[in-house]
């Protein structure tokens, strides 16, 4: 049986697309190398670039003999398009079943509690704002 595609991330593209955003562009020999130990082999690397570029996540242009691949989204639009997809596959579409599901699960300090509250203000006031 084939493999589902993912509609985000794996964690492979995961880490060769954190490659690109830190560097902006790179061809496959660069991306394998500072990907680190243990180093995957250049054809992986190719192939999931390959995937990545099919997905709309990276581009790639010629620089002599080579390609290099840099990011077509922000990281920011990666990390959206996850919580989106979390929040409809396990939170019915609510976002904020998410946020009470995080509030109640995971340890939240001060700092980010405070933050919160001025983010549910600005929420409150531009809700009251509109017509």
């Not at 394998?32 to 990276?58: D, I, M, S």
């Amino acid at each position: 049986m084939a493999r589902k595609k993912s509609p985000t991330l794996t964690e492979a593209e995961y880490r060769l697309m954190d490659v690109l955003w830190r560097c902006g562009g790179a061809s496959v020999s660069e991306v394998v190398e500072l990907l680190g130990e243990p180093q995957p082999a250049y054809n992986t690397v190719l192939t999931v670039l390959r995937v990545l570029e099919r997905k709309g996540y990276v581009r790639h242009r010629e620089s002599g003999r080579a390609f290099i691949y840099r990011a077509a989204i922000e990281r920011s639009a990666a990390r959206q398009q996850v919580v989106q997809h979390v929040v409809s596959r396990f939170f019915n579409g609510s976002p904020g079943e998410l946020v009470l599901n995080l509030l109640e699960s995971e340890r939240v300090d001060d700092d980010e509690l405070a933050r919160l509250g001025e983010i549910l203000d600005i929420a409150r006031a531009q809700r009251t704002a509109q017509p």
